[in-house]
């Protein structure tokens, strides 16, 4: 028996029709909606949406859903979370020598308006400055030589200037990021620590 039709609403007004067999976050991707993301696994709080009314399986604590993980079969209403203060895209190396590095993009709309850049690659973490944007290829100058590691693909954080901001982060003593604000930085780190890397505030 096929499920019963439902709807997504969101705060906004928006109405989207529901699918069980999927997170709410592929459907609210897949419908266009700006969503921040970062661990995908429901640990790093970035996802987590206001649920305002309905269920969620698996039911939700405080009426915070972490949509990466959770789904419904039923109409729910959302509040989303606000815009992120930084985004982490999984890039393709196209080439890298010395501290220089050229890396594409994932296709999509992608917010690149941060003024600070962190290149992930081969276990560290290093600071960059962003040389040229060619449409989806960038051009970053990194703060040493870029471990590759023959890498095909490496990490590539965008951070917002956070007015007020007085924590840095650390990779191995060097600074890689500075000017957070608490909740930023304890946000960045703990999807950096997930993907491996020792970085501390």
Not at 154 to 180: H, I, K, M
Request: overall charge positive.
């Amino acid at each position: 028996m096929a499920p019963e039709p439902f709807t997504i609403q969101l705060s906004d007004g928006r109405a989207l029709p529901g699918r069980a067999d999927h997170t709410l976050l592929r459907q609210l991707q897949d419908a266009g909606c700006s969503v921040p993301v970062a661990c995908s696994n429901g640990n790093c709080g970035r996802c987590f949406a206001t649920l305002l009314s309905g269920v969620t399986h698996p039911p939700s604590d405080r009426n915070k859903v972490p949509l990466c993980t959770h789904f419904a079969d039923a109409d729910i209403t959302l509040q989303l979370p606000q815009r992120a203060h930084w985004r982490c895209y999984s890039c393709e190396l196209i080439a890298a020598q010395g501290s220089e590095a050229v890396v594409r993009l994932p296709a999509g709309r992608l917010d690149v308006s941060g003024a600070q850049w962190l290149l992930v690659s081969g276990g560290r973490a290093y600071s960059a400055q962003l040389i040229a944007n060619d449409k989806r290829l960038l051009t970053l100058q990194a703060s040493l030589p870029i471990c590759t590691e023959n890498r095909a693909m490496v990490r590539l954080l965008n951070v917002d200037s956070q007015p007020g901001g007085r924590y840095q982060l650390r990779n191995e003593a060097q600074v890689v990021l500075c000017n957070l604000t608490a909740s930023v930085a304890r946000e960045i780190q703990i999807s950096l620590i997930q993907c491996g890397l020792n970085i501390t505030r």
